[in-house]
């Protein structure tokens, strides 16, 4: 699902008057070859159908539903009803836990989507465990790191493009796998989101002052 944003970051940072009709062509080429992979292959049908599958069941049962996409929407509709109570400040990881067995036992949501270890997406995690002041810090973090790589996507040097590229596509990566996923809450990916943002952010701090002092002299 990230790859259209990789995509248009891409043509962003590199499409130029000179260079468009190279690149709408090489465009065209790579959307059909993934397109002719895609009709070919069996993985992608798979998964297609896994998706067809899910969405029916979860219509059959509903918040009782044990497939992976309906366990997901089960315990998201949970979660939008307990923020109701605390939508500033949150419920925190005890009370949440608390508040779901309690609606398992009701029979208001089945057992799977209760068990999960959380919610699969990051940023319903941050509002329902810590509060709509902890996703507001959260969503606003995000927001200034790409501004700032954002502000050099169509620098004329190529490193400082490629090197705000990379933090355009690692930023919104997060938020498009945040969706299903609790990206930086876990620790590994955690870990691996801000090493790498600060590495992009140093390499960009550093060649734009390189600029700066070439283009002085």
């Given at each position: 699902?990230?790859?259209?944003?990789?995509?248009?970051?891409?043509?962003?940072?590199?499409?130029?008057?000179?260079?468009?009709?190279?690149?709408?062509?090489?465009l065209a080429v790579l959307l059909a070859a993934m397109g002719f992979l895609a009709y070919k292959s069996p993985l992608i049908h798979e998964r297609v159908q896994e998706v067809y599958t899910d969405l029916s069941e979860y219509e059959t049962h509903g918040s009782s539903s044990a497939s992976s996409l309906?366990?997901?929407?089960?315990?998201?509709?949970?979660s939008w009803q307990m923020l109701k109570d605390?939508?500033?400040?949150?419920?925190?990881?005890?009370?949440?836990?608390?508040e779901l067995k309690e609606k398992s036992q009701a029979g208001l949501v089945g057992a799977v989507p209760a068990g999960l270890?959380?919610?699969h997406n990051t940023f319903l995690e941050v509002w329902v465990l810590y509060g709509g002041l902890a996703l507001l810090s959260l969503l606003l973090m995000?927001?200034?790191?790409?501004?700032?790589?954002?502000?050099?996507?169509?620098?004329?040097?190529?490193?400082?493009?490629?090197?705000?590229?990379?933090g355009l596509c690692l930023i919104g990566g997060y938020v498009i796998y945040g969706?299903?996923?609790i990206m930086l809450i876990r620790n590994n990916t955690l870990l691996f989101f801000l090493f790498t943002l600060a590495v992009?952010?140093?390499?960009?701090?550093?060649?734009?002052?390189?600029?700066?002092?070439?283009?002085n002299h």
């Open positions: 699902m990230a790859i259209p944003l990789f995509i248009l970051l891409f043509l962003l940072a590199y499409v130029r008057r000179s260079n468009m009709l190279a690149c709408g062509v090489s309906g366990a997901r929407f089960a315990i998201w509709g949970v605390q939508p500033v400040l949150g419920i925190g990881e005890v009370q949440f836990r608390k270890a959380n919610t995000m927001l200034s790191a790409a501004w700032y790589f954002l502000l050099y996507i169509r620098h004329a040097d190529p490193v400082l493009r490629s090197y705000a590229l990379g969706q299903t996923q992009l952010m140093s390499l960009l701090h550093q060649r734009r002052r390189a600029v700066l002092v070439t283009g």
